[in-house]
């Protein structure tokens, strides 16, 4: 069983960059793919970014394309998500997800959650 912890939310100014990690514990960690989500409020979770289990593949929604970046270091066990340019809309809890799946972008597909850590982008 894998345990997640997300960190390094925050306020930031629009067109600004934040940098969110999670740390996981438990199991194998190169066995999992990796994802993030966010859910703001009043709003369904939605799938942001996802990374395969080797690294060597990545998803992104339409919306962060070209301004998110989802990295993995394995040996460290972490699953950084920087995030440039970032608009008001962007605004929500953000969720670290395991997944046994080689690679996976549906939220039905994780089975593994961190606890969440707000992100306020002011305009």
């Known amino acids: 069983q894998v345990q997640l912890v997300d960190f390094g939310g925050g306020l930031v100014q629009a067109g600004g960059s934040l940098r969110v990690s999670c740390a996981a514990s438990?199991?194998?960690?190169?066995?999992?793919?990796m994802g993030w989500f966010r859910q703001a409020p009043g709003k369904e979770r939605e799938f942001v970014a996802g990374?395969?289990?080797?690294?060597?593949?990545?998803y992104y929604a339409d919306s962060v394309k070209g301004r998110f970046t989802i990295s993995r270091d394995n040996a460290k066990r972490t699953v950084p998500l920087q995030m440039n340019s970032l608009k008001p809309e962007d605004t929500a809890v953000y969720y670290c997800?395991?997944?046994?799946?080689?690679?996976?972008?549906?939220?039905?597909?994780?089975?593994?959650w961190g606890q969440g850590t707000q992100v306020t982008v002011s305009s």
């Open positions: 997800a395991a997944s046994r799946a080689y690679i996976a972008v549906l939220t039905s597909e994780y089975d593994y």
């Open positions: 438990g199991g194998t960690f190169r066995n999992y793919a």
């Open positions: 990374i395969s289990r080797s690294g060597g593949s990545t």
